[in-house]
């Protein structure tokens, strides 16, 4: 099955940096790359997905870059704000219903 | 409604008791999905139904776990005789048709004392 790897686990970035999280993945059968944000006390919000017949993809200030070669995917955030601060999860699947999760980063955005 | 709705928010059940988790998903939604979260850990896949049918439940962990979804819409977890290791918090998701889109609900946080 999927095994979907995540680092770093935590990340400190003063407000207005940005913050790279990456992920990597073992089933070349993956063709879709979600991401999602956690805020404490709630349910995993997508915040931007990618699928495996584009290298990129950008909305705002989070962009999503995927290598399907080398098997692996980041999140960007630039220009970092206080609110961005939660856990943040990647995942992937085969569109089979099988999507699985790295174990999470914690982002701190320090003002 | 307008999201995945989870009931009870928090469950305190003392080792041994059974207990039942709900999940009402978004109206339409095909698919719906049971995870399981430990404390400072990503989402474990539990089990799977698309509408009815239960089809895939690799992820439950040992047989006093227990998924429904008779109807098609809401769905039951239920845990039997419920111990120590269980307590995490289980997110149930929906999505209208396939493995993306996913809509999580808020959790059920359970812990066994």
């Known amino acids: 099955g999927e095994n979907v790897e995540q680092h770093p686990s935590t990340l400190s970035v003063q407000e207005g940096d940005s913050a790279v999280i990456k992920c990597t993945y073992s089933d070349s059968a993956s063709n879709y790359f979600p991401w999602y944000k956690q805020e404490l006390g709630k349910g995993p919000q997508l915040i931007i997905d990618?699928?495996?017949?584009?290298g990129e993809k950008k909305d705002q200030r989070i962009a999503v870059t995927l290598n399907k070669t080398a098997k692996h995917f980041s999140l960007h955030i630039t220009e970092t704000q206080p609110e961005d601060s939660a856990v943040y999860f990647c995942?992937?699947?085969?569109?089979?219903?099988?999507?699985?999760f790295g174990a999470g980063t914690r982002l701190t955005v320090k003002p | 409604g307008a999201g995945v709705s989870q009931s009870p928010r928090y469950k305190v059940a003392k080792r041994g008791q059974d207990v039942a988790l709900r999940c009402d998903p978004i109206?339409?939604?095909?698919?719906l999905f049971w995870y399981q979260q430990a404390l400072g850990q990503g989402p474990e896949f539990l089990t799977y139904f698309q509408n009815e049918a239960q089809l895939d439940k690799s992820g439950l962990p040992s047989d006093r776990f227990f998924a429904e979804r008779p109807e098609g819409s809401v769905s039951t977890l239920k845990i039997q005789r419920t111990q120590q290791e269980d307590s995490a918090v289980y997110l149930c998701?929906?999505?209208?048709?396939?493995?993306?889109?996913?809509?999580f609900g808020s959790g059920t946080r359970l812990t066994v004392v």
């Open positions: 109206s339409g939604h095909v698919s």
């Open positions: 998701a929906s999505s209208l048709a396939g493995g993306y889109g996913y809509t």
């Open positions: 990618i699928r495996s017949n584009v």
């Open positions: 995942a992937a699947s085969s569109m089979r219903n099988d999507m699985r």
